[in-house]
């Protein structure tokens, strides 16, 4: 149980285009979902809180126009990185946690590598 | 606010050998304890975790960690380490229903 996936797992795409990114929970319900970014040899970094029906919270320094998050159902998140460019290069993973489970605890994607070129 | 500190970012070691993983936090109210593990290209997994109760907490893959409050640490062990263990490891703290807060990540080789 607690199973989450992403999709896709890779994606490349040129600079200046959007690029969306899927999280689902497959067996539970999330009623918070959690986004993350992760540079080579570094930890993670959150970069925004979102709740189901609700605008996504954003951490310090996280371009709310850039990373568009959506939270639209309690199995489905997704982040839209915009007008990509090379620095937005990155392991995207996402978490979410059951509504009807121990809330302290995070289930994670297995992640989502993009490339700008 | 919380912060975790894995004082290192590389341990080598060879197979068969015990290994210990260190973590240390700081928070000024009671906390939540995980340790993950990432293998290469993939997302994370959980290794144990400690909420409340016994001090001695047992996770998967043969790994456990011992919370202890005076000395604020969550340092992960195990007896005897394999190939498949190589991976990186990352201790994280929450406090309540807050966020995560992770460190930065321990990569442990295992060399035959």
């Known amino acids: 149980g607690a199973v989450v996936s992403q999709h896709p797992s890779w994606v490349i795409c040129k600079s200046g285009t959007s690029v969306k990114i899927e999280c689902r929970s497959l067996?539970?319900?999330?009623?918070?979902m959690f986004w993350y970014r992760q540079f080579p040899k570094q930890s993670l970094m959150l970069m925004a809180t979102?709740?189901?029906?609700?605008?996504?919270?954003?951490e310090q320094g996280v371009e709310k126009d850039k990373f568009l998050i959506n939270h639209a159902s309690l199995t489905l998140s997704t982040l839209t990185v915009t007008s990509a460019h090379p620095e937005d290069s990155s392991f995207y993973i996402c978490s979410a946690r059951d509504g009807g489970q121990e809330i302290y605890e995070q289930y994670f994607g297995p992640g989502t590598r993009l490339t700008v070129t | 606010a919380q912060s975790v500190t894995q004082l290192d970012s590389q341990v080598p070691v060879f197979e068969e050998a015990p290994v210990e993983l260190r973590c240390n936090y700081s928070?000024?109210?009671?906390?939540?304890l995980f340790w993950y593990v990432q293998y290469p290209n993939q997302g994370l997994q959980l290794l144990l975790k400690y909420l409340s109760g016994s001090t001695l907490v047992k996770g998967i893959n043969g790994f456990e960690a011992e919370f202890n409050k005076s000395q604020t640490s969550f340092h992960l062990r195990k007896p005897s380490v394999h190939i498949s263990d190589t991976a990186e490891y990352f201790c994280a703290v929450s406090e309540g229903y807050s966020t995560l807060t992770f460190g930065k990540g321990t990569m442990l080789l295992v060399s035959p």
């Open positions: 067996d539970f319900q999330a009623t918070t």
């Open positions: 928070s000024s109210v009671s906390v939540y």
């Open positions: 979102s709740n189901e029906g609700s605008k996504a919270t954003y």
